[in-house]
């Protein structure tokens, strides 16, 4: 009788553990909003504190309003990658549905270029549409925006020359596409907010998943998990790595971090429920967020560590990048915020990974 054979072991990702801003419009000592440039410089600090902290990756997400004013996230990144040498930069969301596929990767290929092979993009179609009314576009042509110009992506990652024919862009005929990566393709990931047609076609152009978890019991992911795999196998795919997107402030204390947090959340919320329709927050939805069932990862080193590990292993991720900062908070704020987490954060989830994920 043949012994059948033993399942094969789930491959084992290096942990990432990053840090996301969307560039928050920060404010003064006297809660006054900065303006926009000075919040802009003070994010290329913050990215360099992550790195001297001990970060893997910093990312800023693309956005186009008064309160977020990161329409150029490239540049700022730029800027960081000048100042560091270690840490990984990229963008937390490029809105590709709005953008030129060929721009993207044009503009991050050359900051992988001047970081050294340290460049990372996260496509994602856009939760935030201010961009699709400014560039001209449609947004009853959202989804199929950016199924096309994820495959055009796609293309371009092979490297030139390229042959691509669709319906939102000229075609290319056997073009040539500059600059050309030193290393390979750069690392690419599908943002996924909770659409199972994200995470398969993420699995199809063989892109990395990274579900970004806003609001609700993160558990409600782990489905997503599974047919991402079960999908790059059904594509012939090797496995690829899962990452999980949530939002967090970081203080001595819980009871710190919450009172920082707290009114900041609540106004940005209620702001965003007039617009997008968003339920506005209560003392009570945040008490659960905040917990262990919920997606905010706000309080102390250790309480947010050991959420970190916990939903790791939950979403059989290998990265989480945590979005710090809320708009209104300010940067002396967030900075401590980033030494908390490279310095005390990151060590922690990496013991707790080790005790619960022994090596064979």
């Known amino acids: 009788m043949t012994t059948p054979a033993a399942a094969p072991e789930p491959t084992r990702f290096p942990v990432v553990l990053g840090l996301d801003t969307f560039g928050d ?35 800023i997400g693309e956005h186009h309003t008064s309160d977020i004013p990161m329409s150029a ?22 809105v590709l549905s709005s953008d030129d596929p060929v721009r993207v990767f044009q503009r991050y290929s050359t900051l992988n270029a001047l970081s050294g092979g340290r460049a ?13 009314p400014l560039f001209g576009y449609n947004l009853a042509d959202y989804e199929a925006l950016f199924e096309e110009k994820t495959a055009l992506f796609a293309e371009l990652l092979k490297g030139t020359p390229v042959t691509w024919e669709g319906k939102t862009r000229a075609a290319l005929h056997d073009q040539d596409v500059v ?31 990274m579900l970004a978890v806003i609001g609700g019991s993160p558990a409600r992911f782990a489905p997503f998990s599974q047919l991402f795999r079960q999908a ?42 007039r617009i997008r ?44 990048d945590l979005k710090y900062g809320m708009g209104g908070l ?22 707790l990974l080790r005790s619960e994920r022994p090596t064979p």
């Open 25 to 59: 419009r920060t404010s003064d000592r006297n809660g006054r909003a900065l303006s926009h440039a000075q919040t802009i410089r003070n994010v290329v600090e913050e990215g360099v504190l992550a790195d001297r902290s001990g970060v893997d990756f910093f990312g």
């Open 73 to 94: 996230a490239d540049v700022v990144l730029a800027a960081i990658a000048a100042r560091t040498t270690r840490i990984r930069v990229g963008s937390a969301v490029t």
């Open 120 to 132: 990372e993009v996260v496509l994602g179609r856009g939760s935030s549409v201010d961009s699709f």
């Open 179 to 209: 600059p050309y990566t030193e290393f390979g393709p750069f690392p690419t990931w599908i943002g996924v907010g909770g659409s199972p047609q994200s995470v398969i076609r993420a699995a199809r152009h063989g892109f990395s998943l």
């Open 232 to 273: 790059l196998e059904r594509f012939g795919r090797p496995p690829l790595p899962v990452g999980v997107h949530a939002p967090g402030h970081l203080a001595d204390t819980d009871e710190k971090a919450e009172s920082e947090f707290w009114p900041h959340y609540l106004e940005v919320l209620r702001r965003y429920s």
């Open 277 to 320: 329709g968003f339920a506005v927050p209560t003392k009570e939805s945040f008490a659960f967020e905040i917990g262990p069932e919920g997606a905010l990862y706000v309080g102390s080193p250790e309480t947010v560590a050991q959420k970190i590990a916990a939903n790791l292993i939950a979403l059989d991720a290998s990265r989480f």
């Open 330 to 351: 300010g940067h002396e704020s967030l900075m401590s915020a980033i030494s908390l987490y490279g310095e005390q954060v990151i060590p922690r989830v990496r013991e």
